[in-house]
């Protein structure tokens, strides 16, 4: 294909981000970009029906591809332009657990394939939205996943300036740097977002266990569900062994013998 035939082509990209990835999963989210598109475009050319036929694109990354073919290229950018702004503002409104709104070219059938994209996240680490002549928009699994899967009012969930004490554990090392803090405790997998600022930091810290400051979001039953906006992470250094402390309150248990004294603060006596 010749450098003059790809200037009249716009693509439109999502990569799937994941260690593991299913057929339906990407057939499926190709279903929905088109449908995406299809959608748009009906507005945006204020015609009946879809004419432009998309087709795969060279890279492993789902992209798709139209041809200027009987639409002006600038009525095929505003479509890819459209829909990453959809994406954009829907991840926004997202992290914030409020409503999108959805750009006007958006219609019913448009809105309910982005958001079927997104759903995605459950069980993604993250999409990625590249739209012709655009940056990357890059949506983390740890920003918004739960609050796409709630089926409850978005008010019920909480996001509170906190933090969160576990292991750090590495998802993936492919592409950008993904991880997941095991709370102590519950064993909870809270999926983290670190500033990139961060990263080498974060390095040395793996399989330890660390407290990490940020904004945390939490399910109705009070365990966190991911920290994102990470101010401070340090480890959790561990503290004197008790042993360092006999003799420094020799009167401590009133005279009793040790398992006297235990059994009393438990609350029964010894046999």
């Not at 500033?195 to 930091?201: A, C, I, K, R, V």
Request: glycine letters at 8%; proline letters at 3%; hydrophobic letters at 35%.
């Amino acid at each position: 294909m010749g450098d003059r035939e790809r200037q009249s082509e716009v693509t439109f990209a999502v990569t799937l981000g994941g260690d593991q990835l299913f057929v339906r999963t990407i057939t499926e989210t190709l279903r929905d970009i088109e449908r995406l598109l299809a959608d748009i475009e009906i507005r945006v050319r204020d015609i009946g029906e879809s004419s432009i036929q998309w087709r795969w694109g060279a890279n492993s990354e789902l992209a798709v591809v139209a041809s200027v073919n009987g639409v002006s290229k600038e009525q095929l950018e505003r479509i890819v332009d459209d829909a990453q702004s959809g994406f954009e503002g829907a991840r926004q409104a997202f992290r914030r657990h409020a409503r999108p709104q959805w750009p006007e070219s958006f219609g019913p059938k448009a809105i309910k394939s982005a958001n079927n994209i997104l759903k995605r996240l459950d069980h993604l680490q993250s999409i990625t939205v590249h739209a012709e002549n655009r940056e990357p928009l890059v949506i983390e699994a740890a920003e918004i996943s739960e609050t796409v899967m709630a089926r409850k009012p978005l008010k019920s969930r909480q996001r509170l300036r906190s933090s969160v004490e576990g292991r750090l554990e590495l998802i993936s090392h492919r592409g950008r740097l993904r991880a997941s803090i095991k709370e102590y405790g519950t064993t909870t997998d809270v999926q983290c977002m670190f500033p990139d600022g961060m990263l080498e930091q974060i390095k040395h810290l793996f399989d330890r266990r660390v407290i990490a400051e940020g904004l945390v979001s939490y399910r109705e039953n009070g365990t966190p569900i991911s920290i994102t906006d990470v101010t401070n992470l340090s480890e959790r250094k561990s503290g004197r062994p008790l042993e360092d402390f006999i003799g420094a309150a020799p009167d401590l248990t009133g005279g009793l013998s040790t398992d006297d004294f235990m059994s009393k603060m438990r609350g029964y006596d010894k046999d």
